[in-house]
């Protein structure tokens, strides 16, 4: 007859087979545990990501739109909402007049139809590849040269046609290169220089789209981004340039960026607390749980101890039933958190209105690492109280208090 | 000699006053005895066996199994002993009902390391005690009677020098008993001492020694 050895952790396997009631519960509050650690710190990853991901493709210090337009530019940023709104592109050579200001640089913004004549509505963001100093040194990054006339650079969530090309007013443009993801607009953005933009306004013109009005002058812009020069106060330039220049609306991108962090910030502390707040009440939950499991049990370790047990045997089997049951709450808990959190991650994102880029895979892979050992660790850490209790009683008392 | 406990005591506290639970035991067993103890309920005879098992601490005395002082080994060492010496059937229903009876048979076997087959050993001892139908079966599926032979078993599975036995037919009846208590008469013949504590007095008659205990001082019988 082939039976296996009754090692200790044989014997846990058993205790906890032939308890499925007990054994369920303990799992499931690891389970939850694992599932908190692991999917809010995917979560806080993602957010601090994405905040990141923002400030660097902020890139000016200022931004400067028409005036009754600076909920829409946030849109863009934030969202990817595709928007446009134009005034004149003299306002570009005002601001530069300011005192303070650096660099200007403008941009075109245009938004393709949910309609036959376009593969998808996208916003269009068209630069001025003399003066940019915010979209060029990016996109440098993917794609390694500037784009030619004609050309697209596509967004990470842009789906594209087949030949590599996506079709905007009826028209098909090359996509030179598609960026990979950074949870800003960039990736639901459609990149073309001033020159394509036209060829694309005059496209739109050709089915119906009068982005332009007659009343709108010649030449212009959608926005106008700002660097300033060293040793300037933000705030001030901006208050300047409200002074010279009128019907404007003027963001200070670290004033945005700060209220995002600030609304992030109070977001990752409580999802931290939660986190904390539970790892503890898992530990008093199953400290509980093993404890009065335990009690219930002390005849079952005497009789271990009259059959020749060690005191460390006893820790042992009760410390490697933790560890069994915490092992199964960890796997399980990450597991469903990945189901939850990775396929989902756009959802949350939109849910949540702040920029959310997931992390790569090698990060995944030590956060989940981190969540698991904590996860089983949990189980040992709350039973080895009751494991040395139990060790340490009087054999003799312990039978009889058990009968 | 096999077992020789000396000017055994061990004291209990009632509140402030502390009494002898055991009083300047002395006991010598050899190999092949069967040695009852009698007594009446709360005279001491289960914590003398519980002494002599190791399982609790006297407040002086001393014990010795083939010439070593158990009281002086460490908890690892005093273990082996007890696992290796020491078959204990304890007072009451002790088999572990996690486990099939094979599997509670053949469970001290693993506490230290050793050479062997133990499921083949354990069914052996099965074969002995008289429940080989029962080795899969679990503790719930059984009758007192049949729970004790698989206890009995289990403490002969690492071959002990002495077999100890608190009341084992304390809750079983008298046919159950006779049967148990036959099954003990055999070992003394094959080298392993019985030490047996009892309040009923038909069971004496299986034994070649017979102690009686009163308020914890124990004093040989002559039969």
């Known amino acids: 007859m082939k039976q296996t050895p009754l090692t200790i952790q044989q014997l846990s396997i058993y205790n906890l087979k032939r308890r499925p009631f007990r054994t ?35 890139g000016a210090d200022l931004m400067v739109v028409p005036s009754g337009y600076k909920s829409d530019i946030e849109g863009i940023l934030l969202s990817g909402e595709p928007s446009y709104f134009y005034f004149s592109g003299l306002v570009a050579q005002q601001i530069a007049q300011v005192e303070g200001v650096s660099q200007v640089t403008s941009q075109f913004f245009l938004s393709s139809l949910s309609a036959s004549c376009c593969s998808a509505q996208v916003q269009m963001v068209g ?9 060029q040194p990016w996109i440098a990054k993917t794609y390694g040269s500037a784009i030619g006339d004609g050309q697209l650079i596509a967004g990470s969530d842009i789906v594209l046609e087949s030949n590599h090309t996506l079709k905007f007013f009826n028209h098909s443009y090359p996509v030179a290169a598609q960026l990979e993801k950074t949870a800003t607009d960039l990736d639901s953005s459609v ?45 001030k330039v901006a208050r300047d340039i409200r002074a010279n220049v009128s019907d404007i609306d003027v963001i200070v991108s670290k004033d945005m960026v700060t209220g995002i962090s600030n609304h992030l910030d109070s977001l990752i502390a409580y999802i931290y607390a939660l986190a904390a707040v539970l790892w503890i009440l898992a530990a008093l939950v199953l400290g509980a749980v093993f404890s009065v499991t335990v009690h219930e049990r002390k005849k079952e370790f005497a009789v271990f101890r009259i059959l020749g047990a060690t005191r460390k045997k006893l820790v042992g089997i009760v410390l490697a039933e933790s560890f ?41 892979l030590g956060v989940l690492t981190l969540s698991l050992l904590l996860s089983f660790a949990v189980g040992p850490l709350a039973s080895i109280y009751s494991a040395t209790k139990i060790s340490g009683a009087e054999t003799y008392l312990s039978m009889r208090e058990g009968e | 000699m096999l077992l020789e406990v000396k000017d055994l005591v061990k004291e209990y506290k009632r509140g402030d006053t502390s009494f002898p639970a055991v009083n300047n035991a002395n006991l010598s067993v050899s190999h092949n005895d069967f040695v009852s103890v009698i007594g009446r309920s709360g005279s001491g005879k289960s914590t003398l066996l519980n002494l002599i098992a190791g399982l609790l601490k006297p407040t002086s005395g001393s014990i010795e199994i083939e010439g070593r ?17 020491i078959g204990y059937v304890p007072q009451g229903q002790s088999v572990l009902a996690n486990l099939t009876v094979l599997d509670n048979v053949r469970l001290p076997f693993y506490f230290f ?17 008289g429940i080989p139908h029962l080795a899969q079966s679990y503790p719930k599926q059984l009758s007192g009677g049949e729970l004790r032979r698989v206890s009995i078993a289990r403490a002969l599975i690492n071959d002990p020098t002495i077999l100890i036995g608190d009341e084992p037919t304390g809750d079983l009846d008298a046919q159950t008993t006779a049967e148990i ?3 003990f008469s055999q070992f003394p013949s094959k080298r392993t ?6 309040h009923e007095l038909d069971t004496v008659d299986y034994g070649n020694r017979i102690f009686k205990m009163d308020s914890g001082i124990l004093a040989e019988q002559i039969k």
Request: negative net charge.
């Open chain 2, 69 to 85: 002082d158990i009281l002086s080994l460490n908890d690892e060492y005093a273990s082996f002993y007890r696992n290796s010496k």
């Open chain 1, 127 to 135: 630069f001025d590849p003399e003066t940019d100093f915010v979209i």
């Open chain 2, 181 to 183: 208590m036959k099954l």
């Open chain 1, 324 to 364: 069994f049951a915490s092992v199964a709450g960890g796997i399980i808990g990450t597991t469903t958190a990945s189901v939850v959190v990775f396929p989902f991650s756009t959802y949350i994102g939109d849910k949540l209105q702040l920029p959310y880029l997931e992390p790569k895979a090698g990060v995944i």
């Open chain 2, 113 to 129: 390391k050793r050479e062997g087959d133990a499921v083949k050993k354990a069914l052996s001892l099965l074969e002995q005690v």
């Open chain 1, 24 to 58: 369920a519960c303990l799992i499931i509050v690891v389970a939850i545990l694992a599932f908190t650690l692991f999917g809010s710190s995917i979560l806080i990853i993602s957010l601090k990501n994405g905040m990141n991901n923002m400030e660097q493709r902020l």
């Open chain 2, 193 to 198: 001492a019985v030490l047996m504590v009892t």
């Open chain 1, 191 to 235: 990149f073309v220089n001033m020159n394509t933009m036209k060829s694309l306004l005059i496209a739109a013109r050709e089915v119906g789209m009068n982005f332009i009005s007659d009343t709108q002058p010649e030449g212009a812009i959608s926005s106008v981004l700002v660097k300033i020069n060293k040793g300037y106060d933000a705030e």
